[in-house]
């Protein structure tokens, strides 16, 4: 009985423990937080059936803020983050956005500058854990004898001539100088292009070179130099790069490495092939960044675009032949490359991007921001291309991206520059949510580039979505995340125009003047002429005249009593017409008035439309004035108003003789 009751428990127990292993093989892993030593962290080696809990679990630092972070979502209603220390400076315009992040900028550098000039001050290190920057930099060199240390020291504070300096000095006295320093020193001024970095918080002085390139004259038919007209020129015959390696009895792969990608970033293309070529005749074996800088090159050395593939081809294959691996940055500069080789880069970039994934290479978004371009150059005919867009989404939607390539944060806003161009709507909802995954928002760019981006979303919201939708949109990144411009504000009140929702426009007004657009002459006398167009019910014309008025202040005076707009004919009219169809005639005749003052000529419709109100009202006074201001500007429609008022009105004598007199003036004028 006994051995049977026993026999029965261990039957029940080995059926729970099945049970419970499935249930945990069920939903997943679990963590386990138990306090051991260090030693005790690697995990046991099981069989498949058996379960494996860690017995401890090591956190980042940053985990707790990240775990915090993850449970709350943007606040609409709340400024971004980097201007959220002083809530009473909080920008509300694009103007003020721009101030405040050059202010804030500014003060950024002045405190460095205190900090790196006067660092004996600085001393005391409050933070835990450390945080190197902000601690003083050293900007003097501790070491100053001349050896191969201070040397070093020189490269690691990235004093291009300082180190330069200090190598002719060391070559003079005889001494010795490793390979491995050497190449440092080469791609020390490779990459700084032969002359000391721009320094933060320092004047930077013109040197003469500097004069010379910007004193250049205007080329192009009067274009000024661009920033690439400058960089063309900054790759001088025997600079310090080419002298120093030439000093060198045995450059190898590294020297050859840091001189032609310094060649080709400073756009002396040609030396860059003659460079390798010496690198090949030295029996030497390029790295995969000097083919990188090489296929980057290529479409400037041929003029062809078969020629330019046929160059990247030859390439890759002397890749192949030199074992030498090709990385991510290999495929993003092929199609970059493939972007300047016309219809045959769109036959070659899928076999590209395939040839690449067969070795294990995944693609970034700079990757399929080449591919974007390659496919829809701007200002193109697509020709039926436009699938190519949403294949592309079809591969990075849900993803999260890191930063892997420089040209990552271009994808965005291409993305949405091809969704605008094609009007599709459904591929901009998917490129902004892919925007959302993740940390992706880190690439979508600097200021400038968030502020491309989002416009272009909005004009294309305004364009394809009914207003409901478009005002969400507006309410939630406006003005927490997008300062719209003044054209995209014109955009909005298209779509106002095109859903019938003019009602808004009072609301719409009120963001204008907040978004600092009030003076911006040609949104305002859209908006005033959407007002103007249709007449509506009394509640909504009578929040128009509120507008108008309010605008009419803006045409007044500005900030310190400028004059920031100029009074048209055209807006004019758009207020006296607004006004009169709220039953404003006192104001409207107030504006009436400036036509004289401002040299504006009122249109005939307007004269008939305003004689129409007064003959409603019954103000005799102001028909006959009206009639002598249209005969003061002489124009046509004169008689047939004072045949009107001489009709519609009882006129007293004097009034009589006054439009006769004015009749015997038009007559003779005629």
Known sequence: MASSCSQALRRHVCKSCTILRLHLQKSGPKRSFVLNSAADQQPAVSSPEEIVIPKKKTW?????????????????????????????????????????????????????????????????????????????????????????????????????????????????????VSLDVTNQLLDLICFYGDSDPAQENVPKQRSEETEDVQDEPQTKKGRASKASDQLKAAWKENNNAERIFALLSEPNTHSYSALIRGMVKYCA?????????DLLNNRLKADVN??????????????KYNEKWELIVDLLKEMAEQKV?????????????????????????????????????????????????????????????????????????????????????????????????????????????????????????????????????????????????????YRDLVPSVYYPSSNIMRDLLQALDTDNRLDLIPQIWKDIKQLGHANRQKLVEDL?????????????????????????KMYDTGDRGKVIMSWTATSLSDIISVLLAAQRRQDAWEILKLFKTHNRVPSEELLNKFLMCIMESGEVNHAVELVQISAGFCLPETPKLIQRVQQEFQLSEQQKNILSDLEIQTFNSD
Not at 88 to 115: H, M, V
Not at 291 to 301: G, H, K, R, S, Y
Not at 396 to 407: C, L
Not at 535 to 540: G, L, R, S, T
């Open 60 to 176: 980042s630092k940053e985990a707790v803020l990240q775990a915090l972070a993850s449970t709350v979502s943007r606040d609409p209603t709340a400024s971004d983050y980097r201007l959220q220390d002083d809530p009473y400076l909080t920008p509300k315009t694009s103007s003020e956005f721009k101030l405040f992040s050059l202010s804030q900028e500014s003060g950024k550098n002045a405190a460095k500058y205190f900090i790196n000039t006067y660092p004996k001050y600085f001393q005391k290190d409050y933070a835990q854990p450390h945080i190197p920057c902000l601690m003083p930099e050293t900007l003097e060199a501790q070491i100053e004898e001349v050896s191969e240390a201070a040397l070093i020291e020189r490269i690691h504070m990235r004093k291009v001539e300082a180190a330069v300096d200090l190598y002719d000095q060391l070559q003079q006295a005889g001494t010795p």
């Open 269 to 277: 293309y040609s030396k860059a092939f003659s460079t390798y070529t």
């Open 290 to 303: 000097t083919f990188n800088a090489l296929i980057t090159a290529a479409p400037e050395v041929k003029e």
């Open 325 to 473: 691996k090709p990385n991510l940055l290999t495929l993003n500069a092929v199609l970059k490359a493939l972007r300047h080789c016309g219809t045959l880069g769109k036959s070659q970039a899928f076999p590209v991007i395939s040839e690449m994934k067969a070795l294990s290479i995944d693609p970034s978004l700079a990757s399929y921001n080449h591919l974007l371009n390659i496919f829809y150059k701007p200002g193109a005919p697509f020709l039926g291309q436009t699938g190519i867009l949403q294949e592309v989404m079809n591969e990075v939607s849900g993803k999260s991206f890191t930063p892997q390539d420089p040209d990552d944060a271009q994808f965005f806003i291409t993305a949405v520059r091809i969704c605008l161009d094609t009007k599709d709507i459904e591929q901009a909802y998917r490129v902004h949510e892919l925007l959302g995954v993740g940390e992706n928002w880190r690439l979508l760019g600097k200021d400038l580039q968030q502020n491309i981006y989002y416009a272009r979303f909005f004009s294309l919201l305004c364009m394809m979505e009914n207003i409901d939708v478009m005002l969400k949109w």
């Open 528 to 552: 005033l002429t959407l007002m103007a167009r249709e007449k509506q019910n009394q509640e909504v014309q009578e929040s128009f005249a509120e507008c108008a008025l309010d605008i009419k």
